[in-house]
């Protein structure tokens, strides 16, 4: 990462160019200049000193703070349209719009920049060395964004940068498209190193990919939109199921392995939730303000319930599983199966209220199905804008939206730790008085220090969504606010 400091506190987080570290490095006239479709577009090139801040909330006397640099294209190439040979790959967990990023891709190199060399790594990183390529053209990936999954295939692991690097020299590849989560995103860091190690002419592009929108920095992530609306169906046959039985209850597990955010915004939108659990807020079960309180005194008052709970919460409750899968990441317990029984387990020993439960799991449902029209444009943009970056130079820098705005961010930034809801947030409040649970914390037990974890002017904590902290430790209560 590059930094360039200007006045009144002016910080840019600069992306890696091939210039570099590549001398006397040619450029080109951008096809753009001739492309009829942008030929009626005013000032469509973007200036160079355009960048965008990661804070708008400021104070009269803050200094300007971080930038990142504007996506875009730019009056000059660095590649010339013929010696383009590019390749995509997709990795980690399926996720709502990933063929629609494959498909924008492939169509931004051909209709914009004239490049006809695009392959596909089957099978994710472990591909690049063990698996044949798959060519893609725009006829081949014309209708695929209406499908669910990835047409060329993903996996978890497999990343080995020396065989990796050597594929890519061997090939001739010199344009990477890396789709995928913080931990693919690490991986692309380490390909860009080594690349740049060898002194290759190859530009490295990461779209981020995350369906629990836990990555640093960017407003969203795509699919996030997609996984939210789907889990209402999900949330809507557990309140039909509820209703329609004496002390109904209807439980759904959402993804949320380090964070609650496809949880609590698919609360929010559902309205028919009466609890939402997320790993950022522990929760207990027994004693006074306690979940099977809340849920004895709700069922007392409207016979049913509907309770929300993302996949992570709650694992400190559950026996401990030293296991990862093959990203490394941390092999959770299914939470959903658990507090189901919990729950079952407590009303059937207190004999008073015969409780009827039902349980819902659409994870893969969610996971597997195409992106909806929201996510569709928001994939469409990132592509583009990553198509943009690769083919004026830049090099180690993902495609990501940051305060509505696209711009080019550092592989570092987005790989530092995880984008996680802030309980102290207005966004989480809202939840709270919609659901009217108890957010079994105390203020008390809150601290400055916990919650601000930057330099960022007071307001920064009443940001309302999209919150880049780190979460806070809290110490549980059996008090309710």
Same mark, same amino acid.
């Given at each position: 990462?590059?930094?360039?400091?200007?006045?009144?506190?002016?910080?840019?987080?600069?992306?890696?160019?091939l /210039?570099?570290?590549?001398?006397?490095?040619? $450029?080109?006239?951008?096809?753009?200049?001739?492309?009829?479709?942008?030929?009626?577009?005013?000032?469509?090139?973007?200036?160079?000193?355009?960048?965008?801040?990661?804070?708008?909330?400021?104070h009269?006397?803050?200094?300007?703070?971080v930038?990142?640099?504007?996506?875009?294209?730019?009056?000059?190439? *660095?590649?010339?349209?013929?010696?383009?040979?590019? *390749?995509? +790959?997709?990795?980690?967990?399926? *996720?709502?719009?990933?063929?629609?990023?494959?498909?924008?891709?492939?169509?931004?190199?051909?209709?914009?920049?004239?490049?006809?060399? +695009?392959?596909?790594?089957?099978?994710?990183?472990?591909?690049?060395?063990?698996?044949?390529?798959?060519?893609?053209?725009?006829?081949t990936?014309?209708? #695929?964004?209406?499908?669910?999954?990835?047409?060329?295939?993903?996996s978890?692991?497999?990343?080995?940068?020396?065989?990796?690097?050597?594929?890519? !020299?061997?090939?001739?590849?010199?344009?990477?498209?890396?789709?995928?989560?913080?931990?693919?995103q690490?991986?692309?860091?380490?390909?860009?190193?080594?690349i740049r190690?060898?002194?290759?002419?190859?530009? +490295?592009?990461?779209?981020?990919?995350?369906?629990?929108?836990? #990555?640093?920095? #960017?407003?969203?992530?795509?699919?996030?939109?997609?996984?939210?609306?789907?889990?209402?169906?999900?949330?809507?046959? /557990?309140?039909?199921?509820? !209703?329609?039985?004496?002390?109904?209850?209807?439980?759904?597990?959402?993804?949320?392995?380090?964070?609650?955010? #496809?949880?609590?915004y698919? $609360?929010?939108?559902?309205?028919?939730?009466?609890? *939402?659990?997320?790993?950022?807020?522990?929760?207990y079960?027994?004693?006074?303000?306690?979940?099977?309180?809340?849920?004895?005194?709700?069922?007392?008052?409207?016979?049913?319930?509907?309770?929300?709970?993302?996949?992570?919460?709650?694992?400190?409750?559950?026996?401990?599983?030293?296991?990862?899968?093959?990203?490394?990441?941390?092999?959770?317990?299914?939470?959903?199966?658990?507090?189901?029984?919990?729950?079952?387990?407590?009303?059937?020993?207190?004999?008073?209220?015969?409780?009827?439960?039902?349980?819902?799991?659409? $994870?893969y449902?969610?996971?597997?199905?195409?992106?909806?029209?929201?996510?569709?444009?928001?994939?469409?943009?990132?592509a583009?804008?990553?198509?943009?970056g690769?083919?004026?130079?830049y090099?180690?820098?993902i495609?990501?939206?940051?305060?509505?705005?696209?711009?080019?961010?550092?592989?570092?930034?987005?790989?530092?730790?995880?984008?996680? +809801?802030?309980?102290?947030?207005?966004?989480?409040?809202?939840?709270?008085?919609?659901?009217?649970?108890?957010?079994?914390?105390?203020?008390?037990?809150?601290?400055?220090?916990?919650?601000?974890?930057?330099?960022?002017p007071?307001?920064?904590?009443l940001?309302? /969504?999209?919150?880049?902290?780190?979460?806070i430790?809290?110490?549980?209560?059996n008090?309710?606010?």
């Amino acid at each position: 990462m590059k930094v360039v400091t200007g006045e009144f506190g002016y910080i840019l987080q600069d992306v890696p160019h091939l /210039a570099d570290y590549i001398p006397d490095l040619p $450029t080109y006239p951008n096809p753009l200049r001739s492309n009829p479709a942008y030929s009626v577009v005013k000032q469509y090139f973007v200036d160079m000193d355009d960048s965008v801040p990661q804070k708008i909330v400021v104070h009269r006397d803050t200094p300007r703070g971080v930038h990142f640099r504007r996506a875009g294209p730019r009056q000059k190439v *660095c590649f010339a349209s013929e010696e383009v040979n590019a *390749c995509i +790959v997709t990795c980690g967990g399926l *996720c709502p719009g990933l063929n629609t990023v494959i498909r924008e891709i492939v169509h931004s190199l051909d209709y914009m920049y004239g490049v006809s060399e +695009v392959l596909g790594i089957d099978g994710g990183y472990r591909g690049f060395y063990s698996k044949n390529t798959i060519p893609l053209t725009p006829k081949t990936v014309d209708d #695929i964004h209406k499908r669910g999954g990835t047409i060329i295939g993903t996996s978890r692991g497999g990343h080995d940068t020396m065989k990796i690097v050597d594929s890519i !020299q061997d090939r001739g590849i010199n344009q990477v498209y890396i789709i995928g989560g913080d931990g693919t995103q690490k991986g692309a860091a380490v390909i860009y190193e080594e690349i740049r190690k060898r002194g290759l002419k190859v530009a +490295v592009a990461g779209i981020p990919k995350t369906i629990d929108n836990d #990555i640093l920095v #960017i407003d969203k992530s795509f699919g996030f939109d997609t996984a939210v609306e789907e889990a209402q169906r999900a949330i809507n046959a /557990a309140h039909v199921e509820a !209703q329609s039985a004496e002390n109904g209850i209807g439980v759904v597990k959402l993804m949320g392995r380090y964070c609650g955010f #496809i949880a609590m915004y698919a $609360t929010l939108a559902s309205r028919d939730v009466d609890c *939402c659990l997320i790993p950022e807020s522990p929760f207990y079960l027994e004693g006074q303000g306690g979940l099977f309180e809340y849920i004895e005194k709700t069922l007392k008052e409207n016979g049913h319930m509907v309770i929300v709970i993302a996949e992570g919460a709650g694992q400190e409750l559950l026996a401990a599983k030293d296991e990862q899968d093959a990203s490394g990441n941390k092999l959770l317990q299914d939470v959903g199966l658990w507090i189901s029984q919990k729950i079952k387990d407590h009303f059937s020993k207190q004999g008073k209220l015969p409780i009827t439960l039902k349980y819902i799991d659409p $994870t893969y449902m969610i996971r597997a199905i195409p992106s909806n029209a929201s996510d569709n444009v928001y994939c469409t943009l990132l592509a583009q804008s990553a198509v943009h970056g690769a083919m004026a130079g830049y090099t180690g820098f993902i495609s990501g939206l940051v305060n509505g705005r696209h711009t080019y961010i550092p592989l570092n930034r987005i790989t530092e730790g995880q984008n996680k +809801v802030v309980i102290t947030d207005r966004m989480w409040a809202r939840l709270l008085s919609s659901t009217n649970q108890p957010s079994f914390v105390e203020t008390k037990d809150l601290n400055d220090d916990d919650v601000r974890k930057d330099d960022a002017p007071p307001t920064q904590m009443l940001d309302d /969504a999209g919150s880049s902290g780190d979460g806070i430790t809290v110490k549980m209560t059996n008090q309710p606010l």
